[in-house]
């Protein structure tokens, strides 16, 4: 059957895909909506694939919190360059999939991606878009935290998100305070909340480090597991959220610093998401 512009139009105006794409579906389908409509979803999945080698290090973090800021997720949603993570459609996506994510509550990114999200999936919508834009789209990072409270920063654009979940208090000061460990966070990469949260591998790697330095420098051998120690704790101030320097006032601990502000205030887990 002959193929009307006003055919394509309401074709594009129902997908969001281009002109000629959808011409082509149409006369494929032989004019059957429905089936074009198929055929243009078939062809984003073989844009996924044929795109499954890319890189993605572009995109933007999304948040969600609820309204008394005890629980909040943050999702990466990432695509290959930058002027499609600042696409209106692309970012009306990633709004969506965070609600999603939040309301539905899926255990694993996999089970976020099979959650419904208007008449499909939320990967068939992730399928559809790449269908539209010809670049790879994917979801990287699905993260839920919950305590007495959780605190979002994002940062560099919507390219780093930082969620905290506190333990001790809520409130508004609570909130502030939450908001100046996630910059904290952002700006100093911190392995674990304190030295108990490091890994037994990197414990033994840097106390490898510190007994070489050691040896190297000339020190007798009885006091090289002492000064392996004493290098070990440096690097627990240096790396571990709790212990670290304040960065916006030298003369707190980060731990210190939030016992100033509620006493036995604490932050119980952490989450850093970059994108790129």
Do not use: W
């Amino acid at each position: 059957m002959a193929i009307t512009a006003k055919d394509v139009n309401k074709l594009r105006q129902m997908t969001g895909a281009g002109m000629m794409d959808c011409k082509k579906a149409l006369t494929e389908a032989d004019g059957d909506f429905d089936k074009a409509i198929e055929i243009l979803r078939k062809k984003g999945q073989k844009v996924s694939a044929s795109r499954a080698d890319r890189d993605t290090k572009e995109g933007s973090v999304f948040i969600k919190s609820n309204d008394d800021n005890t629980e909040c997720v943050l999702i990466a949603l990432n695509c290959e360059t930058d002027f499609v993570g600042k696409n209106e459609e692309f970012q009306s996506l990633g709004n969506a999939v965070v609600e999603v994510a939040f309301s539905e509550n899926p255990v694993t990114t996999a089970d976020l991606l099979a959650l419904p999200l208007g008449d499909l999936t939320v990967e068939a919508k992730i399928t559809e878009l790449i269908g539209k834009i010809g670049e790879k789209i994917e979801i990287s990072e699905y993260v839920r935290l919950s305590g007495d409270a959780v605190v979002p920063y994002i940062h560099a654009g919507n390219k780093l998100g930082v969620l905290v979940a506190l333990k001790g208090a809520n409130g508004s000061e609570v909130v502030d305070a939450g908001k100046d460990v996630g910059m904290q966070i952002a700006a100093m990469n911190p392995v674990a909340v304190d030295e108990t949260g490091v890994d037994s591998s990197v414990v033994e790697k840097e106390l490898e480090i510190g007994r070489e330095q050691a040896l190297a420098e000339g020190k007798p051998e009885q006091i090289v597991d002492k000064i392996a120690q004493g290098k070990l704790q440096k690097f627990y101030k240096e790396n571990t959220l709790l212990n670290q320097q304040f960065v916006k006032d030298s003369g707190f601990t980060v731990a210190k610093y939030l016992d100033s502000v509620v006493s036995g205030l604490t932050v119980s887990e952490f989450k850093r998401v970059s994108i790129g």
